[in-house]
């Protein structure tokens, strides 16, 4: 009997001692594999985060003017739940505020979120320390983008959605670099998850498990916010302003369905200023983080989708004879034809079996030559040069002029104009491509193959970003000019075309309406008429009017590009290049030509070069 109880003693004893390991154990395991986890647990409710939001990057043009800009606000809000009589509230906040109680009232009274109301943006910090000490009030703060230069250069600024990502221009191009990276801040919070202080400022001895934990814990780390980069841009907002004036002047009286200027540096392919009408006011359209923000007085901007369009780089047209100095040029580069060459112009009237019928503009010519040709701008002569030149060397040519594919800006949108290959080519378009039909081309385009003529047959490419500044103020970004390595056409061919055929165009011929006292102006106009939308063959009464020229002849400094679609031609007023695009060209050089010091004997500019000046680095000047 004896021997049977100590037996049970001895099992009870050994099982209440693995009990307890089994409770050691656990303990442990609880203590040092799942401390972590269940810390965590315990403290998620006492936790309250804040995110942080970087300041979007500043958008300069290439003297440091501001063209966008992220300022920030303070935001008062209200929660709901925590306001026992907002009455009393509304009556405390209102004088504070500058509002109506019964506004307040209104909004804490039917707001459907009991913990979040925004009640006004925009608030000073005296006042938001005033309302902060009113029970159920906080303040909060965000960030409002300024456009101050409004509609002068919205398609290549562009805008921000609602949530603050980009919309077209640099702001969508750039919108990664732009934003930065957000940060998130950790309080410890009451029962009503208000907050008390922040992790990070908890004293060890008040918090020392709970700091080590928040070391641990990887997914409520404490993160700092980094501010986008800021961007400089070639564009210049002065330039910028001469060419959307002058644009729109001519714009609005020929009652156009659209327009663009473009202004570039022909060495570099730096894009000065690029206007594209209509546009829009991107201040009507950067989000109000809350009400009582104030906006640009007016009315809200058109729904037409058009507005948003950069005509620059999406719309594709039939050149006209803005294209004449490309075949020429290719003509000329390959030996087909020569500077004293006559060609005789079928005195305007040219039938040939397998390219049909051409005709002049006004008059027939006789024998001209190839600066001739240029000069009166012969239909004829052109298509010659390009049976003389054949099909493969034209396609060749023109492509090497950058035709037929995109020209890489740093912008959305482009469009790829139209260079058919040779084996979908017709007998007539080595006739008509040399005079600007059978091909589609964009503005941009236009003004690269320009420019590769106006320094000396070097290949560039437009661009449009001069620098990227990241937030501590280091270069992370700098366009230099490409070194000119070879060429698209010879040096003394594309002289001959700038300073003998073009400039002619401009004294002589069809571009006398750009001509300039000050300084010698070379350039080409155009008259296309638009294809129909349904069909072959061309629209009645539908022009494209382009001029595109440069300035000084002898070492051109900048090359301008003025295109008008669709002059109303019932005005009576005219529709062709030299007379509705070529007098805005003129103004837009030159303004452009003053502002920049650039004399007739081209004297190095006195103009102040942002990004030099930032870099200190010795670079070519835009």
């Known amino acids: 009997m004896y021997d049977k109880s100590v037996r049970v003693i001895i099992v009870l004893f050994l099982l209440l001692i693995g009990a307890f390991l089994a409770l050691a154990g656990r303990c442990f395991y609880l203590q040092f594999f799942k401390g972590d986890y269940y810390v ?79 009640i006004k943006a925009g608030v000073d910090e005296e006042k938001c320390r005033a309302a902060s000490r009113i029970n159920g009030i906080g303040v909060q703060y965000d960030w409002l983008r300024h456009y101050p230069i409004r509609r002068l250069a919205a398609h290549t600024i562009g805008f921000i959605s609602l949530d603050g990502r ?104 730096a894009i000065l200023a690029m206007v594209s009408l209509p ?38 047209f039939e050149p006209g004879s803005v294209f004449k100095p490309f075949a020429a040029a290719i003509a000329l580069d390959t030996g087909a034809v020569n500077t004293q060459e006559k060609i005789f112009c079928e005195n305007g009237n040219y039938v040939g079996k397998g ?73 007539y378009s080595v006739t008509r491509i040399p005079f600007g039909q059978e091909v589609s081309v964009t503005a941009i385009q236009l003004v690269q193959a320009f420019c590769i003529l106006a320094n000396g047959g070097h290949l560039v490419r437009p661009f449009l970003v001069k620098a990227m500044v990241d937030n501590n103020g280091e270069i992370v970004k700098l366009k230099r000019p490409t070194p000119p390595i070879g060429y698209v056409v010879k040096p003394e061919v594309a002289r001959w075309i700038v300073t003998e055929a073009l400039t002619g165009v401009v004294n002589k011929g069809t571009g006398k309406k750009a001509k300039l006292k000050k300084w010698q102006v070379f350039g080409k106009t155009g008259t296309a008429q638009l294809a129909n939308d ?72 006195p103009h102040r070069d942002f990004v030099r000046d930032l870099v200190h680095v010795e670079q070519d000047p835009l």
């Open 279 to 316: 546009d829009f006011d991107p201040a009507f359209l950067a989000p109000a983080p809350a009400a009582g923000v104030p906006r640009p007085q007016g009315p809200r901007l058109m729904a037409d989708p058009d507005s948003f369009r950069n005509c620059a780089l999406t719309d594709q």
């Open 166 to 269: 980009g919309l077209g221009g640099v702001e969508f191009q750039y919108n990664a670099e732009l934003s930065g990276s957000p940060g998130q801040d950790i309080f410890l919070a009451d029962v009503h998850r208000r907050p008390i202080c922040q992790i990070q400022n908890m004293s060890r001895s008040a918090s020392s498990g709970q700091a080590s934990n928040e070391a641990k814990g990887s997914k409520f780390k404490i993160r700092n916010s980094e501010d986008g980069c800021g961007i400089i841009l070639t564009l210049d907002a002065a330039i910028q302003e001469f060419a959307r004036t002058e644009l729109m002047k001519q714009y609005e009286i020929y009652q156009a369905e659209s327009a663009v200027a473009i202004v570039a540096d022909p060495t570099s392919g």
């Open 40 to 118: 965590d647990v315990c403290l998620k409710q006492q936790r309250s985060f804040y995110p942080q939001k970087p300041q979007r990057g500043v958008i300069l043009d290439r003297c440091g003017r501001v063209l966008a800009a992220s300022n920030r606000i303070a935001i008062l809000f209200a929660e709901p739940r925590l306001i026992k009589d907002p009455k009393t509230t509304s009556n405390k906040l209102a004088p504070i505020v500058g509002m109506g109680a019964h506004e307040v009232c209104k909004l804490i009274m039917e707001s459907k979120n009991p913990g979040f109301i925004k």
């Open 534 to 605: 349904e069909g072959g063959g061309y629209a009645e009464s539908a022009y494209v009017a382009s001029f595109i020229g440069g300035a000084p002849a002898e070492n051109p400094a900048v090359i301008v590009l003025v295109t008008i679609y669709r002059p109303n031609v019932k005005l009576g007023k005219g529709y062709t290049g030299g007379t509705v695009a070529a007098p805005v060209a003129a103004s837009i050089l030159e303004k452009t030509l003053n502002y920049l010091g650039i004399h007739s004997d081209v004297t190095v500019s």
């Open 355 to 427: 390219f049909g019928r051409i005709g002049e503009y006004r008059q027939g010519f006789g024998d001209l030559t190839v600066r001739e040709i240029l000069i009166h701008s012969s239909n004829i002569g052109m298509a010659k040069i390009g049976q003389k030149l054949g099909k493969d060397k034209l396609y060749e040519g023109l492509k090497f002029f950058g035709f037929g594919r995109k020209t890489g800006i740093d912008l959305p949108g482009e469009a790829e104009g139209l260079l058919r290959p040779t084996s979908e080519w017709t007998g």
